[in-house]
């Protein structure tokens, strides 16, 4: 079965662990927090001041949200489907490849990896364990940059 086909979570709802908080993970906290069918169920940070922070507007309405400083207890937790990795780069494909391992899907910031190999053993590792794996590609997903692009391929013709 296509890991896209299969039902996730609770009620329906994706639970996703957020790891990493400073800028793009805290951003992410937002985005995920605000997406229907997704509950933001943990977050993760090795500063635990960084994690206090983001953990207060959850606290403030009441909802209930785990706190982590390891990673690996994100792997561990069986209420977890999904992680958000938006840590320092050189973890983006380890962090992926382990997450794949503990059967979590993962949406990663980019950069994926920072070489061939590294982003080989990523992929690998999504097709191993039939993982869902998405990266970041937000800008490069607009309207404009399409159109920019279509441009350009009209003048190479």
Known sequence: MAPHARARGANGDVRV?????NNKGAQHVGVFDGL???RVAALCDVD??????EARRFRDRNDKIDLHVDFRAVLDDPNIDAVVIATPDRWHALQTIWACQAGKDVFVEKPVSHNLWEGSQLVAAA??????????TQSRSSPGLAEAIADVAKELD
Not at 17 to 21: K, L, S, T
Not at 127 to 136: A, D, F, L, P, W
């Open 17 to 21: 662990a957020i790891v990493g908080m």
């Open 36 to 38: 229907p069918g997704v």
């Open 127 to 136: 097709r191993k364990y039939e993982r869902i794996v998405q990266t970041g």
């Open 48 to 53: 635990r001041a960084i994690l206090e922070r």
